[in-house]
């Protein structure tokens, strides 16, 4: 419901892009030049020694990281959106009983479990990891889509219906941007647990951001795990700014807002 | 009558996508021998492995099939956990007969594992169960003596040479050493959370300052990856420990078990007090303000209207930190600490997969187990009035 109280006044505005561009201008010096890492670490830690990785840098690390993630999270929401989308319609409503029962299944593994899993099925190297991550991201834009789908309002369908939609009018014009809000909210979940689980990777050969923290970890040079940390932190947050940017815009569509505020309050 | 024509239209489709699966099933590697624990594999697959046991293999896909034709509903129901209890026997016993063929000259270090069609298999066969609107106790039964079949096979040796249960019996009371301290380490930082954390949600309740410094700083919390966040806490907790060495006598110390108790229990912390402040707010008012019109005062309002009603939340909130916190404590390994993290890090390095696959199953099975215990003990403290209005 908080969703539809913003209004677009310039405030608002303001205050959604000037952190997000502040936070991205940040990271975009960070990764870039070493002498920023150095400096800012080793005013952090004045007793280590070494503030970068041996072998790579962070540059490359964070563009590793963030193509593995981006790959998972663009692959789950297609599939996720598309089996959700399957499952509730008439033909494929037998098995939502299957998908919901799976998810929550599936819920119970831990992250790193899923990763360190597809190394006796799958082997080492990036596609075992990207494949793991797919898997495990699927399950919360597939629910979330499940979800949304259900809660679109019967008279709304109805309403399609009588206007004489044909399938796929009454998918996209009456059901998804209803269903929208909670599918984003699971694209997001999916962007974040993907961020952090990316960096997991690293000890099945995924070259991202946990290969910094890693060998952090094994040197006992925190140095060198918060420096991938920072990374990560940051595209974390920079990721929540603009999937609320996207949902805010579009639940701040004229018509479109009223007629659910109207629906929602209805409902009550 | 047409409700009865549905279902058994429902039931088609997913007998039809699990008889596909089978099929697939088929088509990869069932098993896979080695010479020893860490050199190549030989990969079998099912069309190579004699009559016999293809036969064996076809038995669970066959009786569903059959099941899906029977009018009968409860004659097919009947059929289905038939199938349901051969789909899971059945790959057993191949494995452990075609598997001792295989590895019979191959020499003393030889060991089998399952592969990638069998594991298809086994999925297939949980499709079986997960299409059941709910599990019956027939299908429990069927199941469980399954199980006992399978221990039994186990106990006359027909597993004796399956790779994971070779590794568990090289590790012997290792195995047993790391188990406990997965459950010590899991424990010590879920009790540490929770003595932190119910009373952080309590005041944040009561008090809206105490909830505007809270639920920021868990948000931070909760974006840092698991992992770092066992790696920041080394040179933080080295400093302390060289500044105070009492502390040291403690054990804590920069790497170890310490720092990965302390991490754990502050990603815990995030579930339980998430949990706590919901369950407390999300109480209905009405309910206070018939216990004040009562002439309740606000200890006896606290002892007999929202803590019953809290319980159950609070409960939750300490299953779902359970459950995430035995996972976690896997990634106390990579800072020098116990547990069965230990043998999945170890069989990564040395790439062996059994050693890895070992680990894993056994945190898993630790996982599903507290799981479902934690759920047996919600459904006691659940108070009759709620479970009244769930139904």
Redesign the interface.
Same mark, same amino acid.
């Given at each position: 419901m908080r969703l539809y109280k913003r209004s677009a006044s310039p405030n608002h505005v303001i205050r959604r892009w000037i952190p997000l561009i502040l936070i991205t201008a940040g990271l975009v010096l960070y990764i870039t030049s070493s002498a920023l890492q150095t400096t800012i670490l080793s005013f952090l830690?004045p007793? /280590?020694t070494q503030f970068t990785h041996s072998r790579k840098t962070i540059l490359q690390m964070t563009g590793a990281h963030i193509t593995l993630t981006i790959a998972a999270t663009v692959l789950s929401s297609v599939f996720g959106i598309f089996i959700g989308i399957l499952v509730t319609r008439k033909a494929g409503r /037998?098995?939502q009983?299957?998908v919901l029962? !799976?998810n929550a299944f599936i819920q119970?593994?831990?992250?790193?479990?899923v990763i360190?899993?597809a190394?006796? @099925?799958l082997g080492f190297g990036w596609k075992p990891a990207l494949l793991a991550l797919f898997l495990y991201s699927l399950f919360p834009v597939l629910g979330n889509t499940v979800v949304g789908f259900n809660s679109v309002s019967p008279a709304a369908i109805d309403a399609a219906k009588g206007m004489g939609m044909t399938w796929f009018q009454q998918l996209h014009i009456a059901e998804l941007p209803q269903a929208f809000p909670m599918i984003i909210t699971g694209i997001r979940h999916s962007y974040?647990l993907n961020?952090?689980?990316a960096?997991?990777a690293a @000890?099945?050969g995924g070259e991202g951001l946990?290969t910094i923290?890693?060998s952090?970890?094994?040197l006992?040079?925190?140095? !060198?795990?918060?420096s991938?940390?920072i990374v990560?932190?940051m595209l974390?947050?920079i990721g929540e700014q603009l999937f609320a940017l996207l949902s805010w815009k579009q639940t701040s569509h004229g018509d479109r807002t009223e007629k659910q505020a109207n629906m929602s309050k209805k409902e009550k | 009558m047409n409700r009865n024509i549905l279902q058994r239209r429902a039931l088609d489709k997913q007998v039809a996508f699990a008889l596909f699966l089978f099929l697939v099933s088929f088509t990869l590697p069932f098993l896979q021998s080695r010479e020893n624990r860490i050199s190549e594999e030989f990969t079998v697959s099912a069309f190579s492995l004699g009559i016999g046991p293809i036969l064996l293999l076809l038995l669970a896909p066959l009786v569903i099939l059959t099941s899906a034709f029977i009018p009968n509903r409860k004659r097919a129901a009947l059929l289905s956990t038939v199938a349901a209890a051969f789909g899971i026997f059945s790959p057993l016993l191949v494995l452990s007969i075609v598997g001792n063929a295989l590895v019979a000259d191959l020499g003393a270090f030889a060991r089998y594992s399952p592969a990638s069609g069998m594991y298809v298999y086994l999925a297939a066969v949980s499709i079986l169960y997960l299409m059941k609107q709910k599990a019956q106790s027939r299908d429990k039964v069927a199941l469980f003596l399954v199980m006992l079949l399978a221990i039994g096979m186990g106990f006359i040796g027909m597993f004796d040479r399956l790779g994971i249960l070779l590794e568990a019996r090289n590790l012997g009371t290792r195995l047993w050493r790391e188990i406990l301290a997965h459950v010590r380490i899991t424990g010590v930082s879920l009790l540490i959370s929770m003595v932190i954390g119910i009373p952080i949600a309590f005041l944040a309740f009561i008090n809206k300052a105490v909830r505007r410094v809270v639920f920021p700083i868990l948000n931070v919390l909760q974006t840092i990856p698991g992992i770092a966040l066992f790696g920041l806490l080394i040179a933080p907790l080295a400093a302390l420990s060289m500044a105070f060495p009492v502390l040291r006598e403690w054990g804590i110390q920069g790497i170890g078990n310490a720092p990965a108790i302390i991490a754990l229990s502050m990603y815990a912390l995030y579930p339980i007090i998430r949990y706590t402040y919901t369950s407390l707010s999300g109480i209905d008012e009405q309910v206070v303000l018939a216990a004040k019109g009562m002439g309740m005062n606000s200890t006896q309002i606290w002892k007999i209207v929202r803590l019953p009603l809290a319980t159950v939340g609070i409960l939750h909130g300490i299953r779902v930190a359970l459950v995430q916190t035995l996972g976690n404590a896997t990634l106390a390994k990579l800072i020098g600490g116990d547990g069965l993290g230990v043998l999945v890090f170890e069989g990564l390095g040395q790439a062996s997969v059994d050693m890895v696959l070992l680990g894993m199953l056994l945190i898993i099975a630790l996982t599903v187990i507290s799981d479902r215990l934690f759920q047996f003990l919600i459904n006691v403290f659940t108070p009759a009035s709620l479970i009244r209005e769930e139904r």
């Open positions: 830690f007793g /280590e /037998e098995f009983q299957l029962k !799976l119970t593994f831990p992250p790193s479990a360190i899993l190394f006796p @099925v974040i961020l952090g689980t960096a997991i @000890v099945i946990g923290i890693i952090g970890l094994t006992r040079n925190s140095a !060198l795990v918060l991938g940390t990560i932190s974390a947050f | -």
